[in-house]
């Protein structure tokens, strides 16, 4: 089945911007989403991509998707402190499956 | 906007009880997900509805874990007898269709409901 990856931490300062990573194990996910959770809260959807596009830009976020690498990131512009969260990638994989399988999610702490 | 509503959205209980979580999809979602989220980690399925009809249980602990959706709109998981391992959150999620390339496929969560074994 599909395997998410993700980095588990990420610090930056405020104003800045913040690349958030993932790689992936199953290329035949239609989609591939991010997804935001703050502390004991549910999970917003931030963005999604899907997989014959290279490059999606939604105000501050940018997606990045390499399919050849398995590879997507999530770039936030003007990183602000209501950023910092638990951000998740997750694909559906698997042919038939729409569940999603998701990394382990990477912290991002915002300085100020 | 539409949003999915769970209840409780915090539960405490001691182990070998029952417990019993509820889940209001966004209106008009063709399909409902269950996920447990343990702490620290992403969320993983453990029973996916499209109506009335589980279509995929396979992570389902079944020894213990129910899950219905009778009208194919709300639907109850239910742990009997819950175990220490059991405390996570658990996530519902809804969308419109499966299956079908196309954001009808895009899942959207509720809050959760946080559960604890002592």
């Known amino acids: 089945g599909e395997d998410v990856e993700q980095s588990l931490f990420l610090s930056v300062r405020e104003g800045d911007s913040s690349v958030i990573n993932c790689t992936y194990t199953d290329s035949s996910s239609t989609y591939l989403y991010w997804y935001k959770q703050e502390p004991g809260a549910g999970l917003q959807l931030l963005t999604y991509?899907?997989?014959?596009?290279d490059m999606k830009q939604d105000q501050r976020l940018t997606v990045l998707l390499n399919k050849k690498d398995k590879h997507l990131s999530l770039r936030i512009a003007d990183t602000q402190t209501g950023d910092s969260a638990i951000y998740f990638c997750a694909g559906t994989g698997g042919t038939g499956r729409r569940a999603l399988t998701f990394g382990s999610g990477t912290r991002l702490q915002v300085q100020p | 906007e539409a949003e999915v509503a769970q209840s409780p959205r915090y539960k405490i209980t001691e182990k070998s009880q029952a417990v019993a979580f509820w889940c209001d999809p966004i209106?008009?979602?063709?399909?409902l997900y269950w996920y447990r989220q343990i702490l620290g980690q992403g969320p993983e399925l453990l029973v996916q509805?499209?109506?009335?009809?589980?279509?995929?249980d396979s992570q389902l602990p079944k020894d213990r874990f129910s899950a219905e959706r009778l009208k194919g709109v709300d639907s109850t998981l239910k742990i009997q007898p819950a175990e220490l391992g059991d405390s996570a959150m658990y996530l519902c999620?809804?969308?419109?269709?499966?299956?079908?390339?196309?954001?009808?496929?895009?899942?959207?969560f509720g809050p959760g409901t946080r559960l604890l074994v002592l």
């Open positions: 999620a809804s969308s419109l269709a499966p299956g079908e390339a196309g954001t009808k496929e895009t899942q959207y």
């Open positions: 209106s008009g979602h063709a399909t």
């Open positions: 991509i899907f997989s014959n596009m």
């Open positions: 509805f499209q109506d009335e009809s589980v279509v995929d």
